[in-house]
């Protein structure tokens, strides 16, 4: 891994882990389909009140199958393929504008210490979880 590249995926890990991020990339999308399949079970069922059942159950259901699949979002980071890696990489890059660093601490502490520029980041990074990885997005009770 290239050092510039090293030193933001360090800074998405330090920010995510500040902000205690937590995502699910893989079942969010069987949750869903639980809850509207047996929202629409119901309603076949039941009628407009069985929807709401079936809604509420599947719903409940749903939120069971994906607890506890939610990781934090630096052991994602660091598993991402060399590709992905590049791509967030080139997000975060545009965000930080000619901002100059010399080593991923440096890098940190600057981000860190600017309220704007972290949040920034931030944005870049989830944009990038929920847009390209269609992760759902939770943050640490």
């Known amino acids: 891994m290239a050092p510039r590249m090293e030193d933001i995926m360090r800074l998405c890990c330090e920010i995510s882990a500040h902000d205690q991020i937590k995502v699910a990339v893989k079942n969010s999308t ?5 809850a509207g399949g047996t929202a629409f079970v119901g309603g076949l069922l039941g009628g407009p009140p069985g929807i709401a059942v079936g809604g509420a159950i599947g719903g409940l259901l749903g939120s069971w199958l994906t607890s506890g699949q939610f990781k934090p979002l630096p052991q994602i980071l660091m598993e991402l393929p060399p590709a992905q890696q590049n791509k967030l990489c080139d997000d975060v890059v545009a965000v930080l504008g000619s901002l100059t ?3 991923a601490a440096q890098l940190i502490a600057l981000v860190m210490g600017n309220a704007t520029l972290q949040q ?3 944005a870049a ?3 990038y979880i929920t847009k390209e990885l269609r992760a759902e997005v939770r943050y640490q009770d």
Do not use: E, R
Request: proline content about 0%; aromatic content about 8%; charged content about 15%.
């Open 30 to 34: 069987k949750g869903a389909a639980v």
């Open 101 to 103: 660093w010399t080593d």
């Open 120 to 122: 920034q980041v931030t």
């Open 125 to 127: 990074l989830l944009s």
